[in-house]
């Protein structure tokens, strides 16, 4: 910080290379543990002391525009007033704007429009960059109290809970040895876009910040020059969205008069699973699922929603049903006690569309080198298999690395349309990953670069989160710590180790590794100083901890 005086006024200056960010998460996670503390002990006008302090802290105002500006894959994307922000500079001056907590009144959002993987187009709505900033800071404060009070089956877009969770959730759920075997596959017909806004208002209730948020939900937007209202609905492209979509369907499982014990197993006839605003209820007769169909209805209703009529049906288990990717169903064997076995797999549009996207990389790839090549799929593939590992899916991968061979023999004739196969498979085919007898492996021979194969990636089952457990729980630290390690299994062995060595920790901030930012390898002593690749002489930091390493000295 530097520190700028005019006669009789202090104006705060803040020089984005130098700031202290292990301090600044440090300040802001023990505000979250103290809102959700209060919460819990029901010590209500503590929680809304600690949520206006959590607002005017600095160092949340730091985190919000690191995250919005830095770290959110709109950050380059402008809102109605065109406006973003690029440079550590205009970030030290955007801080410091949002540090004089000027009232402000929200612009409407820009609408545009993405595509679906049904064909459709889905709505955004890119709120300005000072919006933005606002609602992660807002966020901050109303996070914490709602992860107090959240159901344990809900799994969407809250800290510390993924779609493996979900998809875990089900699978203990659909087991053989489960009754409820009918289910309610939903569909929930433009959740986003049709909340009610006072249902949603009442809900979030005496929040400090509230007019805020309803003015963001009144904002309107701008499309193809002209305004439009809106009288219902949550923009989708606001980092506060998912998180108030969250609160609008809080309560499901009391609806539905689901009951768990203290080892969070369900008592009764239904269990229900919610990720966002996809969710699954299952029941134990058809008629009992129809009831609670029924009474979902009305539910929703009451929400400003409704269940899409085309979209949502009630299946027999034994048929199968789509879920997060996957489908779920239970097949008639021969070999178990039970005479039937839970197989979840990857669902055939999610293979469509693991082909669709790696087709249009591979096309645009012509003409570039091997390296490009490489450094491109990779990581493609590294993510669609650590996604779709948890499921049976060595047959799905198999078929994927066949057609992967397909598409390297056709890059291969392209790129050297003159010469024959065994000249062609002798350039690009080789033992390039020495631990393993495969002699097949696409790459570069000069470098020992290679592409990555989808069986390579083992099934590996997802270890379910606890009841309601949050990372906002004081008492839990111990927990979030051995659960955020367990995701270095998603990255390669090099860095796997390195990062065991320094704890999974990043030394600059004090962060998980894996907390969602790009990684980096940075060398203690710099190459052109003589430092060296070996593991000694290698950190691993997050990618702006990184660039603030080297341009903030």
């Known amino acids: 910080m530097q520190t700028v005086r005019n006669v009789n006024v202090t104006e705060r200056t803040t020089d984005w290379l130098h700031v202290n960010w292990r301090k600044a998460f440090r300040i802001v996670r023990n505000l979250r543990r103290r809102i959700f503390k209060a919460t819990q002990n ?18 949340n105002i730091l985190l919000s525009v690191r995250k919005v500006t830095q770290i959110n894959h709109g950050k380059h994307t402008p809102g109605v007033d065109k406006l973003v922000i690029k440079t550590p500079l205009t970030r030290g001056i955007l801080v410091d704007e949002l540090n004089k907590f000027i009232p402000w009144k929200p ?129 989708q492209g606001g980092c506060i969205s998912p998180l108030l979509a969250n609160i609008a369907l809080h ?29 699954v209820v299952f029941c134990k007769t058809k008629e009992d699922a129809e009831s609670a169909l029924s009474i979902l209805n009305k539910w929703l209703n009451n929400r400003g929603l409704e269940l ?58 012509k003409g570039h080198n091997i ?12 993510g669609e298999a650590n996604y779709f590992r948890i499921g049976v899916s060595c047959e799905t991968f198999k078929n994927l690395d066949h057609w992967m061979f397909v598409r390297e023999c056709k890059y291969a004739n392209h790129t050297h349309p003159k010469k024959n196969n ?11 990953n020495l631990e393993r007898e495969d002699n097949y492996v696409f790459g570069n021979k000069q470098t020992g670069k290679h592409l990555l194969k989808f069986s390579w990636f083992k099934i590996k089952r997802p270890v379910l989160v606890k009841g309601k457990f949050s990372p906002d729980d004081p008492n839990l630290k111990e927990y979030w710590k051995d659960r955020e390690k367990a995701k270095a299994s998603e990255h390669t062995k090099t860095i796997q180790k390195i990062a ?18 790009d990684v980096h390898k940075h060398h203690k002593v710099s190459k052109k100083d003589g430092g060296t690749d070996t593991y000694s002489n290698l950190e691993l930091v997050h990618l702006y901890c990184h660039q603030q390493i080297h341009f903030g000295k």
């Open 251 to 279: 309560g499901m499982s009391d609806a539905l008069g689901i009951v768990y014990n203290q080892k969070d197993k369900v008592i009764g006839d239904r269990a229900v699973v919610r990720y966002a605003d996809d969710f």
């Open 107 to 235: 612009l409407p959002v820009k609408r545009i429009y993405i595509p679906k993987s049904n064909g459709k187009k889905r709505p955004l709505g890119i709120p300005t960059i000072i919006d933005r900033c606002l609602q992660a800071i807002v966020k901050n404060a109303l996070e914490p109290y709602w992860e107090a009070k959240f159901e344990g089956i809900s799994y969407g877009f809250r800290p510390g809970r993924s779609a493996h969770d979900a998809i875990e959730r089900i699978y203990l759920n659909s087991r053989p040895a489960s009754q409820k075997r009918w289910i309610i596959d939903a569909d929930i017909k433009g959740c986003f876009d049709n909340i009610d806004h006072n249902a949603l208002m009442k809900t979030i209730g005496n929040f400090p910040a509230r007019k805020l948020i309803y003015q963001w939900l009144k904002s309107g937007y701008i499309l193809k020059g002209g305004f439009y209202q809106t009288d219902a609905g949550t923009p």
């Open 42 to 59: 029901g010590n209500y006008q503590l929680v809304r002391r600690l949520q206006k302090l959590m607002m005017r802290s600095y160092s």
């Open 308 to 365: 899409s009529e085309s979209k949502t049906k009630i299946v027999h288990i034994t048929e199968g049903f789509n879920f997060l990717g996957f489908h779920i169903k239970l097949y008639s064997v021969s070999n178990t006690q039970t005479g039937w076995k839970l197989l979840i797999k990857p669902s055939k549009d999610s293979v469509l569309n693991i082909k669709r996207k790696l087709r249009e990389k591979w096309i645009n790839l």
């Open 500 to 517: 065991q060595k320094q704890g999974h920790i990043c030394p600059i901030c004090g962060q998980s590794l894996y907390n969602g930012e």
């Open 371 to 382: 390296n490009t090549v490489i450094d491109t799929l990779n990581p493609i593939i590294r």
């Open 422 to 432: 065994s000249w062609r498979r002798k350039k690009y085919w080789g033992r390039l």
